[in-house]
């Protein structure tokens, strides 16, 4: 199916609900630390998107075709886990690093966004692992705009990725966002400038590369949804939902709490003019 262009009216919904999904990451950093367990911070996000935002968690219950339910309200996915981990009794050690992925409805409209976080002080190796990951995500941000092409996203990420010694994850990838919460386009994290699908204004998708510090090999648990590395690598990923513009592109999950762009796409969003900067 083609994607879907969102009117003026569409992509102002789909900015409450990204900011929505964001400020549940702020809301929730400052339970991250060892003695935590992954089911307690799934506890506490549900019932903030719920009593407080007035949300719908959107993973809770969700059932692809092919898949059992998902039991839980958020992902928190730890050291070589990939992406889709199962909150549960799992206590957080000091030097973990672990991936919350939050998607939240609003009056029908979906905000997808995730973070890395540090439990108390990682390995130099962790932390540059998520940092990398982070900037992976930030070049494949850079490189949207009305009239690019899908496969600038990929190039962007790619490059990045594996120029540090990394590899990048292909099972899993970005997608279209709106009233579902998967819709097309697909957004890979590889491939080759100039190819795929052509960006127009008015699309929503997701960035959202899983970066692996081994091989990019994965394998999926027997709970039918967590996804770890093959070969027991740490793996990072971070999440940003984007609006294309007329101009360029704005971020639509950024919050008051959010980590600020690498110095480069600070540079980058400086230097285009204030109508493609992401919103603050």
């Not at 262009?5 to 702020?26: F, G, N, Q, T, W």
């Not at 981990?85 to 957080?92: A, E, K, M, N, W």
Request: glycine fraction near 8%; aromatic fraction near 6%.
């Amino acid at each position: 199916m083609p994607p879907t262009i969102k009117s003026p009216a569409e992509i102002e919904a789909m900015r409450v609900a990204c900011r929505l999904a964001a400020e549940v990451l702020d809301f929730i950093a400052p339970h991250v630390s060892p003695g935590v367990t992954t089911e307690h911070l799934d506890k506490l996000c549900h019932d903030y998107m719920v009593d407080v935002q007035g949300c719908i968690p959107a993973p809770l219950h969700y059932a692809p075709k092919g898949y059992a339910p998902y039991p839980k309200s958020i992902c928190t996915s730890v050291n070589h886990q990939v992406c889709h981990g199962i909150p549960g009794p799992r206590v957080l050690k000091n030097g973990d690093i672990v991936n919350l992925d939050i998607t939240v409805i609003k009056d029908g409209w979906h905000g997808d966004t995730s973070r890395m976080f540090h439990v108390g002080e990682p390995s130099i190796a962790a932390r540059r692992l998520c940092e990398v990951t982070y900037e992976c995500m930030w070049r494949g941000i850079l490189a949207v705009r009305p009239g690019g092409h899908l496969g600038d996203i990929g190039a962007a990420i790619q490059t990045h990725a594996e120029r540090n010694g990394y590899s990048v994850v292909r099972e899993f990838c970005g997608h279209g966002i709106g009233r579902r919460f998967h819709e097309d386009p697909q957004v890979l994290h590889y491939g080759r400038p100039g190819t795929l699908d052509k960006l127009f204004p008015g699309m929503t998708f997701t960035i959202e590369p899983m970066i692996n510090a081994g091989r990019r090999e994965i394998r999926e648990l027997g709970d039918g949804w967590t996804i770890v590395t093959k070969d027991h690598s740490l793996s990072a990923q971070w999440e940003h939902t984007v609006l294309v513009t007329e101009t360029g592109v704005e971020v639509l999950t950024l919050s008051a709490q959010a980590p600020p762009p690498p110095a480069f796409a600070q540079e980058a969003i400086a230097a285009r003019s204030p109508a493609a900067s992401p919103a603050p």
